[in-house]
T-cell receptor, first 112, second 112 residues
Framework: DVKVTQSSRYLVKRTGEKVFLECVQD?????MFWYRQDPGLGLRLIYFSYDVKMKEKGDIPEGYSVSREKKERFSLILESASTNQTSMYLC???????????FGPGTRLTVL | QKEVEQNSGPLSVPEGAIASLNCTYSDRGSQSFFWYRQYSGKSPELIMF????GDKEDGRFTAQLNKASQYVSLLIRDSQPSDSATYLC????????????FGTGTKLQVIP
């Protein structure tokens, strides 16, 4: 079975802190994605990566950056956390050429 | 106009009834359509996909696609309380890399 893991289920940070969210998949998937999910707004794509060291902006990249140094790991970075970044963050992965995405359990981030 | 639209619900149906969930999309070039189920506090998981006009059945689930009218439906027969969840419609983007646009989801409540 595909397994996507995320470093934390719950995280509480203070405004202005630098925040790292880690995602690891064990199925050798080429594509990896970071979404945030908010009530009434659904899943919105922040960034995605289709290969090591490759990244593309999604629909809402402002205030975020990403890093993919190894195929299995995709990190989301909040350079200076703000209260409007309080959200559920979901990581997903998929094989190249395949649309089905497998999601991690999510990280609920609260920024105070 | 949003690219993928769903009624947020909640849609309440009695146990044993048929639940009908609908999704409309704006890109006439869309070729494939996906339904994800998301239980409260959990991450989305793929339950159905459909590529061609007509119906696709998988157990109690039937996906219906009408490309001319640009809508896709998910029917759940013999609804069970365990079907209570939010159902997300997803449509691949034309931009490649297997990006998808998710609808905001319809919350289904099956009343025992």
């Amino acid at each position: 079975d595909v397994k996507v893991t995320q470093s934390s289920r719950y995280l509480v940070k203070r405004t202005g802190e630098k925040v790292f969210l880690e995602c690891v998949q064990d199925m050798d998937h080429e594509n990896m994605f970071w979404y945030r999910q908010d009530p009434g707004l659904g899943l919105r794509l922040i960034y995605f990566s289709y290969d090591v060291k490759m990244k593309e902006k999604g629909d809402i990249p402002e205030g975020y950056s990403v890093s993919r140094e190894k195929k299995e790991r995709f990190s989301l970075i909040l350079e200076s956390a703000s209260t409007n970044q309080t959200s559920m963050y979901l990581c997903a992965s998929s094989l190249s050429g395949v649309v089905e995405q497998f999601f991690g359990p999510g990280t609920r981030l609260t920024v105070l | 106009q949003k690219e993928v639209e769903q009624n947020s619900g909640p849609l309440s149906v009695p146990e044993g009834a048929i639940a009908s969930l609908n999704c409309t999309y704006s890109d006439r070039g869309s070729q494939s359509f996906f339904w994800y189920r998301q239980y409260s506090g959990k991450s989305p998981e793929l339950i159905m996909f459909i590529y061609s006009n007509g119906d696709k059945e998988d157990g109690r689930f039937t996906a219906q696609l009408n490309k001319a009218s640009q809508y896709v439906s998910l029917l759940i027969r013999d609804s069970q309380p365990s079907d209570s969840a939010t159902y997300l419609c997803a449509v691949p983007n034309s931009g490649g890399y297997q990006k998808v646009t998710f609808g905001t989801g319809t919350k289904l409540q099956v009343i025992p």
